[in-house]
C-alpha cells in the first residue's frame, strides 16, 4: 500500500512561486509513475503534470508548461511540483498520485491519491 502526502500549498499573490511536495510512505515508488492532478472549485479534476519512474519522461498540461516543473528524489521517496509565475486560474486542490510503471496523464490511470493541498493565487 502506497499512502500520499501533499504539503507546500498556500495562499500566493500572481506572480509568486511555490513548490509542493508529495512524500510517499508505505513502500518505495521508486517504480512507480507519479503525476500531480487538481481540482478547482466547481471544475472536473485535471491533468497537471506527470513524471516516469525514473524521471526520465515528464508531461505537463499546456495550461502548466513552461511555469510549472515536476521532479522526483527516489532517495526521498517524494515528489516534487514547482510552481512559478503563478495566476489566479491555478487556484485549486492539487492532488498527488501514483501508478505502478508507466507514466499516463489520465486520473483513471493512477491507483493511490493523497488528501490534496490548497492552492490559493489572488489577483
Known amino acids: 500500500q502506497v499512502r500520499l502526502v501533499e504539503s507546500g500549498g498556500g495562499l500566493v499573490q500572481a506572480g509568486d512561486s511555490l513548490r509542493l511536495s508529495c512524500a510517499a510512505s508505505?513502500?518505495?515508488?521508486?517504480?512507480?509513475?507519479m503525476g500531480w492532478f487538481r481540482r478547482a472549485p466547481g471544475k472536473e479534476r485535471e491533468f497537471v503534470a506527470a513524471?516516469?519512474?525514473?524521471?526520465?519522461?515528464?508531461y505537463y498540461a499546456d495550461s502548466v508548461k513552461d511555469r510549472f516543473t515536476i521532479s522526483r528524489d527516489n532517495a526521498r521517496n517524494t515528489v516534487y511540483l514547482q510552481m512559478n509565475s503563478l495566476k489566479p486560474e491555478d487556484t485549486a486542490v492539487y492532488y498527488c498520485?501514483?501508478?505502478?510503471?508507466?507514466?499516463?496523464?489520465?486520473?483513471?490511470?493512477?491507483?493511490?491519491w493523497g488528501q490534496g493541498t490548497q492552492v490559493t493565487v489572488s489577483s
Open positions: 498520485a501514483a501508478r505502478w510503471n508507466l507514466v499516463k496523464v489520465t486520473a483513471l490511470e493512477y491507483n493511490y
Open positions: 508505505g513502500r518505495s515508488v521508486s517504480n512507480f509513475a
Open positions: 513524471i516516469s519512474w525514473n524521471g526520465g519522461t515528464t
